[in-house]
């Protein structure tokens, strides 16, 4: 963690433990209690949200099952806090594994639906289910005992600020972790993901099941803060205001949650005073339109792109002179502000101020290019045991069949090992099918792969990556919001053993992995060349540097064999010579290669042997010298000489 | 006709065309050939709209049409039949035929006679004829195109853009393709053609120009290219 | 029996409307790719403008078209603030969240216009029930079945017979070939999400006699309506029909023999289920993903 980050936390803590001391009002106690106990949610669900960039419509309902397993344990048991606190968090937890464990194969909008259900179907549940939780009567919950004393609205108040504390420590560092890479690579690249290792289904249940523990935390002692609670608060609306917190705030940042938090929190009250709210709309226009006629005489913006939150923000406080209450008109104005941030506020307030004043939202830390040329590469361990030109994938009567078109038609394929095969063949003669058939994204209709020895078919792509195949993308795969060395990092994941309590607790087998996983990432973006680009992000990397990180990335895995899809497309010729030079001593380090090209040169050049497709069938295969001059080869690629 | 200067276009970070000039004389065939990653489809795209050149001029007689969105190229008279055929798979071959007039039935373009084309499209085009009724996506890849084809030409169009007609097809289909395009040729209408197969190309075309990694390497009448051995270079390598 | 086939005519009807839901959902989806969140409450503000219409002295069949004609409004508005902007920059989560703010922003000045109770809506039918092979029917129930076949049929020929329709059924086909054709792709998305809400409308309009009619009517209708929509497979329109009526069935049928609470259930269930097991519905078929 950065000093300064633990700086301001400190004073943040320490501002907010002597709030209680200068105000001896219990209203703003609860008020602010109420911030930071959503803040612990919202932590919670930026990981669903910012990290994964899923849409999660059913948080309000995880609040709510944390809510009632305190409120149901202290009514039916008499449990005591210590034991509250905690089955909360695991109850919480446990049903989110049962949503996210079958649903979670669908993406996007589904998943969006799917969430929605299930918080609408524990809504129902919580309301009928009324020999458990008293049904629309709701619950009383007093203020718990800890340590045999009553605790009361300052005491809770510590309580609460101890919790959040911890939340926001353990949930900074599941982020920093593999684990909030991964995530990452998830919303990146699913395909990249799964080829990396990091299987998009496992962590994409992880993700929630965390949220949902967190939600169920705050749930929990949002009950005993309220001191009452009933089914109708667990609804859509509350979701949504969650969502809005996530998104104004600012996503994948602690302080745009809490930002976030009091804002929803804060914002209703607003809303309550109709004079105030006149007032802060009227000045809201006022700005946007000073704002908009700035901006476009000095040409930062159109007249087009301002016209509408002009117009609107003064149509807002138009409407607000108009009206004789704005309580009801509350939902209303957050729909407008989900519009307004969605479009014009991506980042939310926090990354706007981040972006305004450092140019860069990545936390850019700087790091040091290992000072020996020490190589990173390493082969998985068994790979030494068979001794260079044996084989190492053996393909035979491969059949891909889409519908009618067969992309591979019987083809036959054996690659020796510490070789560089090539795999040429005109537009559409199944290469690239080839490719996806071997790392596990398309499943062969028929025929037999092995790879040293084991089958290849009906396995996941995840699970062939972790068995030595690595590969990169004919269209630049990268996780794009994300640095350099935190790219091959991703690769790197299957070098942790870590799991979430060795990440929370900060644990000594944590920071070894952490620190080696740093050095590799550094070696193996020295060996491509990219060390002092460790901190850029991917995105803004020129295009040539942004197909080297790809290689890095893949060697990251310790593969046995890569597979490089068109890597010269789009380069220039000094980028070429350089990437020939890499894959030559990508081999000289004992990794075989399976090169795709266009570009004969380069496949001339540094193959070894070269196989060639043509509507999907094997027509040629030699030393790169045989192929060229072979007459089949030329009249696949050329057409037949004039009759 | 259609006249191209410096052209430059690509996707996103990726710069694939690096200034490319070529002419289209109204009446003629000229062909543009190269070997895959070159940049052929990408031109092919910069001119009907489906992609926005960073650079260059594209005009089509006398009209600047870079920058345009591909549907209002369409209602000037740009048929383009692209590159995977992309007919409309759940429609009927007629159907697909008569989108291929949608500016004309929605008055963008003179009105002429639909019925009478969409008639003589099917003589042309005699498996088509066969297949009138039967879903365009259940047709095997030379039918396909054949419709692709034909519903370019349904537009009566000034100049049509064929994009990698022979693609994926067994030799005997491809054949007959650019037996068609001759007839099509011989009828008087001007076409661009891309071809991954150089010499089939430069056999039914009057000028010929050929691309390599984005600029063009060599151009001139057909018939000269079909012997230069730049041409083959340009494909297998080995001519640096 | 007598009951069993009362709540089967009954959860016909309901399960029409549903259908007619996710025909709406189909259609935005199939020409963008994207759907609106808020299309229960589309069909909301067809029922409470229809009513307003009904209470003003309209005829309950002059109303329809009207609401027609509204709902083709409304769905261009969602359609042009909503969504065109998140299509341009590519977000997913951007038409996703737009269109729930929108939906919640029409549900909150439903609210405040209408009020918060439910409201009676008048049956232009007669309310006595019939006799149809031994149960009991409500004409207006008929009406529902009739009316929402009807407006699926002619949807279905306008796609077929026009060649504007047919610009649409190209536009679900081939984005970029469509465009090649001179069809101008958005003008078409906009159009179909001005269908879509169309029809919701049109829908709210004939279940409106049938049910209580209020701002918060459409909002479970929307989530149970996707249900259908996924069982269809989001292309197949005999699949949504089907997917619709057994819904409708189930639900009545908890309603009655369980609880009225619970009914909501079968409907979120179904929609997890399917999900779970048959993303692509058990009518559609399963895309093949291109690296």
Redesign the interface.
């Known amino acids: 963690m950065s000093r300064n980050f633990i700086l301001s936390l400190i004073v943040g803590f320490a501002l907010l433990a002597a709030a209680p001391l200068y105000t001896a009002n219990p209203y703003y106690i609860h008020m602010i209690g109420t911030i930071m106990i959503y803040a612990i949610l919202l932590f919670g669900l930026d990981i669903v949200v910012g990290y994964t960039?899923q849409?999660s419509?059913g948080h309000a309902g995880w609040f709510g099952v944390g809510s009632y397993t305190a409120g149901v344990m202290f009514m039916k048991l008499g449990a005591p806090l210590w034991l509250i606190i905690p089955a909360s968090v695991c109850i919480t937890a446990g049903f989110g594994a049962l949503?996210a464990l079958?649903?979670l194969?669908?993406t996007?909008?589904?998943l969006?639906?799917?969430t929605?259900?299930?918080g609408?179907?524990i809504q129902?549940l919580i309301?009928?289910m009324t020999f458990l939780t008293e049904g629309p009567l709701g619950i009383k919950v007093p203020k718990p005992d800890l340590f045999g004393a009553k605790l009361d609205e300052h005491g809770f108040y510590w309580l609460v600020l101890v919790l959040m504390g911890l939340s926001l420590v353990v949930v900074d560092r599941i982020l920093r972790s593999q684990l909030g890479r991964a995530f990452e690579a998830l919303r990146g690249s699913p395909?990249a993901s799964d080829c990396m290792g990091v299987s998009v289904y496992r962590y994409k249940v992880y993700a929630f099941v965390i949220s949902a523990g967190f939600a169920g935390l705050a749930g929990c002692l949002y009950a005993y803060s309220e001191q009452y609670i009933s089914p109708n608060t667990y609804n859509?609306?509350l979701t949504?205001l969650f969502?809005l917190a996530v998104?104004m705030g600012g996503r994948k940042t602690r302080s745009g949650a809490l930002l976030g938090a009091a804002i929803i929190v804060i914002l209703p009250k607003l809303l309550d005073d109709l004079e105030m709210f006149r007032q802060v709309s009227s000045t809201l226009a006022v700005l946007m339109l000073v704002g908009a006629i700035i901006g476009v005489s000095r040409k930062v913006t159109t007249v087009r792109s301002m016209a509408i939150p002009v117009v609107g923000t003064i149509a807002l406080a138009a409407f607000s002179f108009w009206l004789q209450s704005i309580t009801?008109?509350?939902?209303?104005i957050?729909?407008?502000m989900?519009?307004f941030v969605?479009?014009y506020l991506q980042d939310g307030i926090v990354g706007f101020f981040r972006k305004l004043f450092s140019g860069k939202i990545a936390r850019g830390v700087a790091y040091q290019a290992p000072s020996d040329a020490k190589d990173a590469i390493r082969v998985a361990s068994n790979a030494h045991q068979s001794a260079d030109g044996s084989d190492l994938i053996v393909a035979k009567g491969v059949l891909m069949q889409?519908g009618?078109?067969k992309a591979l038609n019987d083809v036959d394929l054996v690659v020796k090992r510490g070789t560089i095969h090539g795999l040429i063949g005109?537009?559409?003669s199944g290469k690239?099918t080839m490719m996806?058939v071997l790392t596990g994204?398309?499943v062969p209709t028929a025929g037999k792969i092995e790879f040293s020895g084991n089958t290849l078919v009906g396995r996941t792509s995840s699970d062939i990556a972790l068995s030595g195949i690595a590969r990169t993308?004919?269209?630049v795969q990268l996780f794009g919001e994300m640095s350099a060395l935190q790219n091959v990092q991703v690769g790197l994941h299957h070098t942790f053993d870590s799991n979430l309590f060795d990440v929370a607790l900060n644990t000594p087998r944590y920071q070894r992995e952490d620190g080696e996983a740093i050095e590799r990432g550094m070696g193996l973006l020295h060996f491509v060349g990219l060390a002092d680009l460790a901190s850029e992000e991917a995105r803004n990397l020129?295009?040539g540097k942004?197909r080297l990180l790809e290689i890095a990335r893949a060697l990251a895995l310790d593969p046995q064999l890569l597979l490089l899809d068109?890597p010269a497309?789009?380069l220039t010729a000094p980028d070429i010579k350089e990437l020939i030079a890499i894959i030559r001593k990508i081999r000289d380090h004992g990794i075989t290669v399976i090169l795709i090209e266009?570009?004969?040169?380069v496949?001339?050049t540094v193959s070894d042997s070269v196989s060639v497709l043509d509507?999907g069938q094997k027509i040629a295969e030699g030393k790169p010298a045989e192929v060229?001059a072979n007459e089949k080869?030329?009249e696949a690629?050329?057409?037949?000489?004039?009759a | 006709m259609l006249s191209i200067k410096n052209l430059e276009a690509g996707y996103g970070k990726v710069q694939v065309l690096h200034g490319i000039s070529m002419e289209v004389p109204k009446g003629k065939v000229v062909t543009l050939i190269g070997s895959n990653g070159a940049g052929k489809t990408t031109t092919m795209r910069a001119i009907s709209g489906m992609i926005s050149p960073s650079a260059g001029e594209i005009s089509l007689n006398g009209t600047r049409t870079d920058g345009m969105e591909s549907f209002t190229i369409a209602k000037l008279g740009l048929a383009h039949s692209p590159e995977g055929r992309r007919v409309f798979a759940t429609m009927s071959v007629t159907d697909n035929l008569i989108l291929g007039a949608f500016p004309r039935l929605t008055g963008s373009r003179p009105k002429g006679d639909v019925q009478g084309d969409l008639e003589r499209a099917m003589d042309l085009f005699p498996r088509l004829k066969e297949r009138r009724t039967q879903l365009a996506g259940t047709l095997s890849g030379g039918e396909q195109q054949m419709l692709a084809m034909a519903r370019a030409v349904m537009l009566n169009p000034e100049i049509v853009l064929l994009d990698e007609p022979s693609m994926g097809l067994a030799p005997i289909l491809v054949e007959e393709v650019f037996r068609i395009i001759a007839d099509l040729k011989s009828r008087g209408v001007t076409m661009l053609l891309v071809e991954q197969f150089a010499a089939a190309a430069l056999k039914v075309a009057d000028y010929g120009y050929v691309l390599e990694n984005g600029r063009i390497s060599v151009h001139g009448p057909a018939a000269q290219l079909q012997d230069d051995p730049a041409v083959k270079a340009a494909y297998l390598g080995g001519g640096h | 029996m007598e009951i069993l086939l009362q709540l089967v005519y009954s959860g016909i009807a309901l399960g029409m409307i549903y259908a007619v839901i996710a025909f709406g959902y189909q259609l935005t989806f199939q020409t963008s790719d994207t759907l609106n969140f808020g299309q229960g409450d589309a069909l909301m503000l067809g029922a409470m403008v229809g009513l307003t219409l009904v209470n003003h002295g309209v005829n309950y069949w002059l109303m329809l078209p009207l609401v027609i004609v509204f709902g083709m409004l409304q769905g261009a508005f969602v359609e042009r603030i909503g969504v065109q902007p998140a299509i341009k920059i590519k977000s997913e989560f951007g038409w996703i969240m737009s269109t729930i703010a929108l939906g919640i922003i029409f549900k909150n000045v439903a609210e405040n216009v209408w009020g918060r109770d439910d409201l009676k809506f008048p049956s232009p039918l007669p309310e006595a029930p019939m006799n149809l092979l031994g149960a009991n029917v409500l004409p207006m129930e008929i009406l529902v079945v009739f009316g929402a076949i009807a407006m699926m049929l002619g949807v279905e020929f306008f796609n077929r017979k026009t060649i504007y329709g047919k610009a649409v059924v190209a536009t679900f086909n081939d984005r970029d070939a469509a465009k090649l054709m001179g069809i101008n792709t958005g003008l078409v998305i906009t159009f179909s999400y001005a269908l879509s809400s169309a029809t919701a409308g049109f829908a709210g309009a004939l279940i409106a006699p049938l049910t209580l009619t209020g701002a918060t009517m459409g909002s479970v209708l929307g989530l149970k309506a996707f249900a259908v929509a996924i069982i269809g497979g989001l292309t197949s329109g005999l699949g949504i029909i089907v997917g619709g009526i057994i819904l409708g069935i189930a639900e009545t049928t908890t309603g009655f023999y369980i609880s009225t609470g619970y009914k909501d259930v079968p409907g979120l269930v179904l929609l997890l289920m399917v999900l779970a097991l048959k993303p692509a519905g058990l009518f559609g078929k399963t895309a093949i993903k291109k690296v």
């Open positions: 960039g849409v419509l949503l079958p649903a194969r669908v996007g909008p589904y969006a639906m799917v929605l259900a299930f609408t179907i129902i309301n009928e395909v859509f609306e949504v969502l998104i009801d008109w509350r939902l209303s957050f729909g407008l989900i519009l969605v479009y889409f009618g078109l005109p537009n559409g690239s996806n994204i398309y993308f004919q269209n020129p295009y942004q068109e497309a789009g266009h570009h004969m040169d496949v001339m509507f060229q080869v030329i690629y050329l057409g037949a000489p004039a």
